[in-house]
């Protein structure tokens, strides 16, 4: 393991994630934390030239529609099924006391 991880980055992490780790605990963070940089190391090692960076690995596109009016909002509709309307809009009880 060619990443050694220390008491103090451990505690700091702990500390960061809100983390009370027992001793135990605390050596077993330490070694995985030192396994993932081993891995990230291991992965520096790969020739990358002529790969294009990317943010996503599928082909990502804008799939929105155009903003178009369809068919208007429905409120006649919608209003018929009302037992009481005003203005365009729903009567309904009061549900403030006074």
Known sequence: MANIISDETIEYVGILAKLSLSEEEREQAK????????YIDKLNELDTTGVEPMSHV??????FREDEV???DGREEVLRNAPEQKDD??????????
């Open 31 to 38: 070694k995985d934390m030192g396994r993932m940089l081993d």
């Open 58 to 63: 599928f082909a990502v596109r804008n799939v």
């Open 70 to 72: 369809t068919g208007g």
């Open 89 to 98: 809009m729903f009567v309904v009880p009061s549900v403030m006391s006074h």
